[in-house]
Structures are given as structure tokens and as C-alpha cells.
């Protein structure tokens, strides 16, 4: 299972392996369509996951990070660049069955 700072330690040459081993993980957030993307999923990240910052490459926007808080068993808290206007950060909170809680922005 995926650690949150696992990718920090990655060195260069390692990335590509890296990534194919991580994309394996069912925690692993891939973009729409991933764990995340519905309640269960995301209860279930944030049960099995301890708490802490994950993140991951955007895939709607490159050089950008989505941005997980996990607090296990409690809930999460899912930060991206909004898709609405991307001067904006989305913070979108939920509960620790997954149902969204909040939802506020700020800026990028």
C-alpha cells in the first residue's frame, strides 16, 4: 500500500517503475473515473488509509497536483484547481462515508 510521502522518495531513474507499481494500488488516485470519484470510494480510502497528505499528478491539468487529507476514519478533504476557473483552488470536504460536507474555494 501506498505510504503519503512514498513519492517524495523516488529517485528519477526509478519514476516510470515507480508509477506502474503505485497505479497498481486501488488507493492510487487516477483521475475521473478512480476510487475517488464516488462515496464508496472514497470511504474506503479513507478508512484503509492512515491519515495524512497524499497527492498526485492532475490529469486535467499538468504541473498541477490533486491534493488528498486524509483523517482516517473521519473523513477527507480533496484539493484540486477548479475546473470552473482556474485561478482557483476547489476544497472539497467529506465525511467518513464519503458524502460531501463542503465545498469552498480560494485562490491558486
Known sequence: M?????INNVSAEDWEDFKKEAS?????????????????????FCRLNTSGV???????FPNYKIWVFNNQAQGLIIKKRSRVDIALMENIEYDASGNEISRSYEPA
Not at 55 to 60: A, E, G, M, T, V
Open 2 to 6: 501506498l505510504q503519503p510521502n512514498d
Open 24 to 44: 497498481k494500488d486501488e488507493l492510487y488516485y487516477n483521475g475521473p473515473g478512480d476510487l475517488l470519484d464516488t462515496a464508496e470510494g472514497r470511504e474506503k
Open 54 to 60: 497524499f497527492r498526485k499528478d492532475d490529469p486535467d
